[in-house]
């Protein structure tokens, strides 16, 4: 019976235990998505174009409220009258102050009560934005703590194999096994550190990607603290997920003001046939320091006020009215066109962000039993070769069989938590104490 040296699983739980230790100075979830939210352009132009809708409902309610100028002025004229003789030169002065009460301008009503519908796109568009903000600092949070996994896993992998090929090497040495075991090692090994080397472009390029995307250089997660109890979804009905979808996602939200727009700017077109009533009042003043064309020499000054009310009643207009009116029925059935198209669109995004999340806590639970039998596989695959029934292939085999179930078990969490924002974002109901709930699941330092 061939006789081998035990493989020592020393190096194997340092790294791992590196691995879950989070640096003293790291970023926890909350803390980068509030960094996000003063540096991400895109928030930023969402939450502008809210203020620059409210501006512009003001702007509306200006056509309810009353208006006033002042106006003044001044001229120079020569009037040369031949029958009879007449000439007379002279300075006009003006000076007045005019305003406009509208009365009765039922366009200007509904043009307010669209600047408000307005307002209430702009904030779901914010709501949309800050969701999609949630989200991507959430990925990018989880795609760096993914790609630390795996390198870790994978410098793991490597120690494990080194101190398989040395013991294949000095087993060869003894003549106790064949040149076959070092040889499948080296491969291995070598094969390893080429995935090292992927391993560590890719933690490189995801952690320039969650850099770019919340302003802070050299920002370092704080890894799951384990072991992880993974949030269940609540309610577990679908059909109550696909029912606030379809009225909360902001998505759809916009759809819905966008359809009530239209079915105002039909009754705005319609009132192309109504009249118009304003009071308006003025007070003028015209002066002329030499006189008048009838009363040469003499200053005068006119001062007039006035008060009144003005009817203004459309009779034709070419047909403009009536093709106005039709056109915007068009619109309006687009409308309602595009809300109900965004509402199916919103409800299968829903469907499927719940499913998703239910198989991946199904991946979690298969993944958490592999990783236990793939431990067992390897150790009894290392007793097996200590007593000469199993090769070193069988080893180094379940040895990349047990790395590769935790690296898939680890991402597989993240798959979790992240469905888990993604089904709310699609249910327009993602908030910020959703992502507070994660970072409660993170590592304290």
Same mark, same amino acid.
């Given at each position: 019976?061939?006789?081998?040296?035990?493989?020592?699983?020393?190096?194997?739980?340092?790294?791992?235990?590196?691995?879950?230790?989070?640096?003293?100075?790291?970023?926890?979830?909350?803390?980068?998505?509030?960094?996000?939210?003063?540096?991400?352009?895109?928030?930023?132009?969402?939450?502008?174009?809210?203020?620059?809708?409210?501006?512009?409902?003001?702007?509306?309610?200006?056509?309810?409220?009353?208006?006033?100028?002042?106006?003044?002025?001044?001229?120079?004229?020569?009037?040369?009258?031949?029958?009879?003789?007449?000439?007379?030169?002279?300075?006009?002065?003006?000076?007045?102050?005019?305003?406009?009460?509208?009365?009765?301008?039922?366009?200007?009503?509904?043009?307010?009560?669209?600047?408000?519908?307005?307002?209430?796109?702009?904030?779901?568009?914010?709501?949309?934005?800050?969701?999609?903000?949630?989200?991507?600092?959430?990925?990018?949070?989880?795609?760096?703590?993914?790609?630390?996994?795996?390198?870790?896993?994978?410098?793991?992998?490597?120690?494990?194999?080194?101190?398989?090929?040395?013991?294949?090497?000095?087993?060869?040495?003894?003549?106790?096994?064949?040149?076959?075991?070092?040889?499948?090692? /080296?491969? =291995?090994?070598?094969?390893?550190? !080429?995935? $090292?080397?992927? %391993?560590?472009? @890719? &933690?490189?390029?995801? +952690?320039?990607?969650?850099?770019?995307?919340?302003?802070?250089?050299?920002?370092?997660?704080?890894?799951?603290?384990?072991?992880?109890?993974?949030?269940?979804?609540?309610?577990?009905?679908?059909?109550?997920?696909?029912?606030?979808?379809?009225?909360?996602?902001?998505?759809?939200?916009?759809?819905?003001?966008?359809?009530?727009?239209?079915?105002?700017?039909?009754?705005?077109?319609?009132?192309?046939?109504?009249?118009?009533?304003?009071?308006?009042?003025?007070?003028?003043?015209?002066?002329?320091?030499?006189?008048?064309?009838?009363?040469?020499?003499?200053?005068?000054?006119?001062?007039?006020?006035?008060?009144?009310?003005?009817?203004?009643?459309?009779?034709?207009?070419?047909?403009?009215? /009536?093709? =106005?009116?039709?056109?915007?029925? !068009?619109? $309006?059935?687009? %409308?309602?066109? @595009? &809300?109900?198209?965004? +509402?199916?669109?919103?409800?299968?995004?829903?469907?499927?962000?719940?499913?998703?999340?239910?198989?991946?806590?199904?991946?979690?639970?298969?993944?958490?039993?592999?990783?236990?039998?793939?431990?067992?596989?390897?150790?009894?695959?290392?007793?097996?070769?200590?007593?000469?029934?199993?090769?070193?292939?069988?080893?180094?085999?379940?040895?990349?069989?047990?790395?590769?179930?935790?690296?898939?078990?680890?991402?597989?969490?993240?798959?979790?938590?992240?469905?888990?924002?993604?089904?709310?974002?699609?249910?327009?109901?993602?908030?910020?104490?959703?992502?507070?709930?994660?970072?409660?699941?993170?590592?304290?330092?």
């Amino acid at each position: 019976m061939t006789s081998h040296r035990p493989l020592i699983p020393s190096l194997l739980t340092l790294a791992l235990v590196a691995a879950l230790c989070a640096p003293a100075h790291a970023q926890s979830l909350t803390e980068l998505v509030e960094s996000a939210r003063t540096y991400d352009t895109s928030w930023q132009s969402a939450r502008a174009q809210l203020d620059a809708a409210a501006r512009r409902a003001d702007q509306a309610r200006a056509g309810l409220l009353p208006s006033a100028a002042l106006s003044s002025g001044i001229s120079r004229s020569n009037v040369d009258v031949s029958r009879p003789a007449i000439e007379n030169s002279g300075t006009t002065q003006t000076l007045g102050v005019n305003a406009s009460q509208p009365l009765y301008r039922p366009a200007n009503r509904i043009n307010l009560q669209q600047g408000q519908r307005g307002v209430d796109v702009a904030q779901a568009q914010l709501d949309a934005a800050t969701q999609d903000l949630l989200v991507r600092v959430s990925q990018a949070y989880f795609d760096v703590l993914a790609a630390q996994d795996t390198l870790t896993f994978v410098q793991a992998q490597k120690a494990a194999v080194s101190e398989q090929l040395a013991s294949a090497k000095r087993n060869f040495e003894v003549g106790t096994t064949t040149v076959t075991d070092s040889r499948e090692a /080296q491969a =291995r090994y070598d094969l390893v550190i !080429a995935q $090292e080397i992927a %391993a560590e472009n @890719d &933690l490189r390029v995801k +952690r320039l990607a969650l850099d770019q995307l919340v302003g802070i250089t050299g920002s370092k997660p704080q890894p799951l603290a384990l072991p992880v109890q993974l949030p269940g979804v609540l309610p577990d009905n679908i059909a109550t997920w696909v029912d606030t979808a379809r009225d909360q996602q902001p998505g759809v939200r916009q759809a819905a003001i966008a359809l009530e727009i239209a079915r105002l700017e039909t009754k705005k077109a319609e009132t192309g046939h109504l009249p118009t009533v304003d009071l308006q009042a003025g007070y003028n003043i015209t002066r002329n320091p030499n006189g008048t064309i009838t009363s040469p020499g003499v200053n005068s000054r006119t001062n007039s006020a006035s008060v009144g009310v003005a009817l203004n009643l459309p009779l034709f207009a070419g047909f403009s009215v /009536q093709n =106005r009116i039709k056109e915007t029925l !068009a619109l $309006e059935e687009k %409308a309602t066109a @595009d &809300l109900e198209t965004t +509402r199916r669109n919103v409800a299968q995004a829903t469907r499927a962000a719940f499913y998703g999340v239910q198989s991946g806590q199904g991946q979690v639970q298969a993944l958490e039993a592999a990783e236990a039998s793939s431990q067992s596989a390897l150790d009894a695959n290392k007793l097996g070769y200590q007593v000469g029934v199993r090769i070193n292939i069988d080893v180094l085999n379940a040895q990349s069989q047990l790395f590769q179930t935790k690296r898939d078990l680890a991402q597989a969490r993240y798959n979790v938590l992240l469905g888990t924002l993604k089904l709310r974002q699609a249910a327009g109901t993602l908030t910020q104490q959703d992502i507070e709930a994660i970072n409660a699941l993170l590592l304290r330092p």
